[in-house]
């Protein structure tokens, strides 16, 4: 078991450029999860994968952000032309179905947009 | 839906004294709570969780909290911290059928000698 893992660790990127985050779950989890933290706040749930399906994308922020998970295996998270305010920590976490929906995170992606 | 109110934004605290920081949560249904500490510049690990069953649940580095059902509590424990229990602490909150967590703002222990 090596855990979540994500990449890149750090992003920076000029506004309106687009980026992708890539999430590794563990191995055996089935459900995929992407949170949003901001400075000074807990995660915000922006979207959660079954496998291959997207069961709930209505927490994205805004139709600029896009999440794959193609095979069910590792995800993605795309944010298109991005602004200053999308600056912030993208966490990953995965569990697996009957677990009590107990999910274990990855050390996150902080994306700063200049 | 559910939510959580972390009560105490910052905790100072001197070494081997003891720290309580207090999570309160709504909900129209049954939950799982989970307590997760966070350290600079990485992501959450998992400190504990109720699910079920002894409404008492512990961690193996002398953290507990206490599910209280009437009072819609999660408080979290530790009678003696240490230098390295600084971080910040996240009270987190799922329905039993749901499958995202709504997490507090946290609260950040600082821990002094």
């Known amino acids: 078991d090596t855990g979540v893992s994500q990449d890149p660790r750090h992003k920076i990127t000029k506004r309106g450029q687009n980026v992708t985050f890539r999430c590794d779950p563990i191995?055996?989890?089935?459900?995929l999860y992407w949170y949003r933290q901001t400075l000074g706040q807990g995660p915000e749930f922006l979207t959660y994968?079954?496998?291959?399906?997207?069961?709930?994308k209505s927490r994205l922020l805004s139709d600029r952000f896009s999440a794959e998970r193609p095979k069910g295996s590792f995800s993605t998270l795309e944010i298109q032309r991005t602004e200053q305010g999308d600056s912030a920590m993208y966490l990953c976490?995965?569990?697996?179905?009957?677990?009590?929906?107990?999910?274990?995170f990855g050390a996150g992606t902080r994306l700063s947009v200049l | 839906a559910q939510s959580v109110t972390q009560l105490d934004s910052q905790v100072p605290v001197f070494e081997e004294a003891p720290v309580e920081l207090r999570c309160n949560y709504s909900s129209s249904v049954s939950v799982y709570l989970f307590w997760y500490v966070q350290y600079p510049n990485q992501g959450l690990q998992l400190l504990l969780k109720?699910?079920?069953?002894?409404?008492l649940v512990e961690s193996i580095n002398g953290f507990e909290a206490e599910f209280n059902k009437s009072q819609t509590s999660f408080h979290l424990r530790k009678p003696s911290v240490h230098i390295s229990d600084t971080a910040e602490y996240f009270c987190a909150v799922s329905g039993t059928n749901d499958y995202k967590l709504s997490f507090g703002a946290g609260t950040t222990v600082t821990v002094r000698a």
């Open positions: 191995s055996e989890h089935n459900r």
């Open positions: 994968f079954q496998n291959e399906a997207q069961l709930e």
């Open positions: 109720y699910l079920s069953g002894s409404t």
């Open positions: 976490a995965s569990s697996s179905s009957g677990s009590g929906n107990i999910q274990y």
